[in-house]
């Protein structure tokens, strides 16, 4: 990828602002099949906050205009002075530049049916009729200055796209293309996650502000396009339990702190960083308080890790390796254990100096 950065001042005038003046506006679209678990996991972030964001905070932030049905106040009838719609009309126009967009929840497929729709956002004013989900993002994507899928549902299809959905969902890149691209070249931005983890979703949303102002190279994304700073561990790497995998040591109930792998526990193949940056302000992560991991932050989710709690494919094989290696490393342990948990011999009551010692006198 290329270090192509954009800067606000590339994008003209906002309703009469100069356009050095004009704030990035973040458009946030979560009519897709979702649950608004990603909007509400957001409100969570501490590293850095939505407040820190929203309020510009942080030294060298552009100045944002956030544009979120979670928190945005406006509610007025289409077109009117009002409505948080027409921030997304004005956007369509060529009047909001630049924005970041933002979808949470997947796509499904309008094409599929004979009638009706099956998730839209707003009215169009010429027909009077809902507008698409899949409307919207034709209309606004290649205007964005980046497109941002914000968990599972919108980076991959998630639980909505299973097998046997009658939607045909799929996650943005899906929709749009895995190897698209805005108009300032950046790919799509993936940040999956059931919900996606409140830090991430925060983080990821920073750097393409710093990016946007000219303060950050292009954002490194690994080939199924999460942010490589965040998704280059596995779940074990980083794995409060992973030496009790090493050890062979594996729990058979949930109130055991050894390694849950034959549990269910995928974390030795799943791309994430919860355990290691805890949910909230460091603290919890699903293994971390008891929680096997259930992969919700792979392409693959959930068809080719079901069923949940079921030792894994390969599972059984790995953990009887690891149980044998970890029995002899064990016992190799436990006799230096007996030789370092006890004071030196030298540190003692006597008349004479046992330390090795050599006085001048």
């Not at 299809?157 to 749009?176: F, S, W």
Request: net charge negative.
């Amino acid at each position: 990828m290329s270090d192509t950065t954009v800067t606000s001042a590339d994008a003209g005038t906002v309703d009469g602002e100069k356009a050095e003046d004009a704030p990035i506006h973040i458009l946030w679209i979560n009519a897709g099949l979702s649950c608004d678990g990603d909007s509400v996991a957001l409100t969570a972030a501490t590293q850095p906050s939505v407040e820190e964001i929203a309020l510009g905070a942080l030294p060298g932030l552009p100045k944002v205009a956030v544009h979120w049905p979670l928190i945005d106040y406006e509610c007025g009838p289409v077109q009117g002075a009002d409505t948080f719609i027409e921030w997304f009309f004005k956007a369509d126009r060529g009047e909001l530049e630049p924005f970041v967009l933002v979808i949470e929840g997947s796509i499904p497929n309008e094409a599929i049916k004979q009638e009706g729709y099956w998730c839209g956002f707003g009215d169009n004013p010429e027909t009077g009729q809902p507008m698409t989900t899949s409307e919207w993002i034709d209309r606004l994507a290649s205007k964005a200055l980046v497109v941002v899928a914000l968990g599972t549902c919108a980076t991959y299809g998630g639980i909505h796209a299973m097998e046997g959905n009658p939607t045909g969902a799929m996650g943005v890149p899906d929709y749009l293309g895995w190897d698209w691209k805005s108009s300032a070249g950046i790919p799509i931005v993936c940040v999956p996650g059931c919900p996606v983890h409140p830090d991430n979703a925060s983080e990821t949303l920073t750097y393409l502000l710093y990016q946007a102002a000219g303060s950050a190279p292009m954002i490194p994304l690994d080939a199924e396009l999460r942010p490589t700073w965040l998704f280059g561990a596995t779940v074990h790497e980083g794995c409060d339990r992973a030496g009790y995998y090493e050890q062979g040591q594996f729990a058979h109930e949930y109130d055991s702190p050894q390694c849950l792998v034959k549990l269910g526990c995928w974390g030795p193949v799943v791309k994430c960083n919860v355990p290691k940056r805890g949910w909230i302000n460091g603290i919890g992560g699903c293994p971390n308080v008891g929680g096997i991991c259930i992969a919700c932050t792979m392409p693959g989710f959930p068809d080719k890790f079901m069923p949940f709690m079921d030792e894994p494919p390969g599972g059984t094989v790995s953990s009887a390796a690891s149980g044998a290696y970890g029995a002899v490393i064990r016992r190799l342990r436990n006799i230096t254990a007996r030789t370092v948990d006890k004071e030196p011999k030298w540190r003692r009551k006597g008349d004479r100096i046992l330390t090795g010692y050599r006085p001048p006198w």
